[in-house]
T-cell receptor, first 112, second 113 residues
Framework: NAGVTQTPKFQVLKTGQSMTLQCAQDMNHEYMSWYRQDPGMGLRLIHYSVGAGITDQGEVPNGYNVSRSTTEDFPLRLLSAAPSQTSVYFC???????????FGPGTRLLVL | AQSVTQPDIHITVSEGASLELRCNYSYGATPYLFWYVQSPGQGLQLLLKYFSGDTLVQGIKGFEAEFKRSQSSFNLRKPSVHWSDAAEYFCAVGTHTGNQFYFGTGTSLTVIP
């Protein structure tokens, strides 16, 4: 098992550019989620999914889109990057909500 | 609204000393509570969780936590800290409705020889 994988590991964007952060898991987990981690703020939930075809907003969804066309993949799209989106992004998955979450290694994003 | 408070931003302990990291939550119903650890440059790893039953829960790496409803707390403890325990620790609550987790701001632990 590769666990939860995230690509890229590091990305630099200019304001207004769009990009997709990739997240994949090979554990047949139903629940997947995206968090951003900022200094002094802990982790904040951006979007989550309880299964293929089902997504919902978390605490800080503005400026981000997600889709869940397969069980394995849960990409996060930045529509028009802003400096406020500079952060470290973590994807996580679990068999179901409240089961043990497994986190990916993170994507460090810098928006200039 | 749900919230998690970790009052200590940074804690320094000597190797071999005991450790207690504080966590307070705000939630109307009985919460699902978690402690995670994040080593530098890594993702998070679950240490332990509390859903119901015995209020003292054991986790990995020798950690334990006690749920105290009257104090809305879920403090993490370890009797003897090892240098490898240096990391950032996050408390989190999962809600009964909404399928969401809320994390505290974290406590950074430094272990000195």
């Amino acid at each position: 098992n590769a666990g939860v994988t995230q690509t890229p590991k590091f990305q630099v964007l200019k304001t207004g550019q769009s990009m997709t952060l990739q997240c994949a898991q090979d554990m047949n987990h139903e629940y997947m989620s995206w968090y951003r981690q900022d200094p002094g703020m802990g982790l904040r939930l951006i979007h989550y999914s309880v299964g293929a075809g089902i997504t919902d907003q978390g605490e800080v969804p503005n400026g981000y889109n997600v889709s869940r066309s397969t069980t394995e993949d849960f990409p996060l799209r930045l529509l028009s990057a802003a400096p406020s989106q500079t952060s470290v992004y973590f994807c996580a998955s679990s068999y179901r909500f409240l089961e043990t979450q497994y986190f990916g290694p993170g994507t460090r994003l810098l928006v200039l | 609204a749900q919230s998690v408070t970790q009052p200590d931003i940074h804690i320094t302990v000597s190797e071999g000393a005991s450790l207690e990291l504080r966590c307070n939550y705000s939630y109307g119903a009985t919460p699902y509570l978690f402690w995670y650890v994040q080593s530098p440059g890594q993702g998070l790893q679950l240490l332990l969780k509390y859903f119901s039953g015995d209020t003292l829960v054991q986790g990995i790496k020798g950690f334990e936590a006690e749920f105290k409803r009257s104090q809305s707390s879920f403090n993490l403890r370890k009797p003897s800290v090892h240098w490898s325990d240096a990391a950032e620790y996050f408390c989190a609550v999962g809600t009964h409705t909404g399928n969401q987790f809320y994390f505290g701001t974290g406590t950074s632990l430094t272990v000195i020889p």
